[in-house]
């Protein structure tokens, strides 16, 4: 049986989030990736294969080097999940900001 990631454990490290945002610039090797880092190549490339896993990197060979870009069907797929939820909480917090605007403040004189 094949476990697979879950997309939501891996944007929540730090790291990942990180390399995310780096080729969602332009693509890169996982040598320029690690660049960016004080952790070990080592370290950098389990970052790498878990994105990966989790489809939200895609790797494509060019000669000899191996370049890592983002997934946008992938990232799209994230944030189609997330958006009710923006929805919600954006109406909460503009009803909330209704009620304080007609809240009574008291003066102090």
Same mark, same amino acid.
């Not at 890169?28 to 080592?42: H, K």
């Not at 990197?57 to 069907?73: A, D, F, V």
């Not at 997330?82 to 919600?88: A, G, N």
């Given at each position: 049986? /094949?476990?697979?990631?879950? +997309?939501?454990?891996?944007?929540?490290? @730090?790291?990942?989030?990180?390399?995310?945002?780096? +080729?969602? +610039?332009?693509?890169?090797? @996982?040598?320029?990736?690690?660049?960016?880092?004080?952790?070990?190549?080592?370290? +950098?490339? &389990?970052?790498?294969?878990?994105?990966?896993?989790?489809?939200?990197?895609?790797? &494509?060979?060019?000669?000899?080097?191996?370049?890592?870009?983002?997934? @946008?069907?992938?990232?799209?797929?994230?944030?189609?999940?997330? /958006?009710?939820?923006?929805?919600?909480?954006?109406?909460?917090?503009? &009803?909330?900001?209704?009620?304080?605007?007609?809240? @009574?403040?008291?003066?102090?004189?």
């Amino acid at each position: 049986m /094949e476990l697979r990631r879950d +997309v939501f454990q891996a944007i929540a490290d @730090p790291t990942r989030r990180a390399i995310i945002s780096l +080729v969602a +610039v332009h693509a890169m090797t @996982p040598t320029a990736i690690a660049g960016n880092f004080d952790s070990s190549r080592q370290t +950098v490339s &389990k970052h790498i294969q878990i994105l990966t896993e989790c489809q939200i990197l895609k790797q &494509k060979q060019n000669g000899r080097e191996i370049y890592y870009h983002l997934n @946008p069907q992938k990232i799209k797929e994230i944030a189609d999940f997330i /958006e009710p939820f923006r929805k919600l909480w954006d109406d909460r917090f503009n &009803k909330l900001e209704e009620i304080m605007k007609n809240y @009574p403040t008291k003066n102090k004189e």
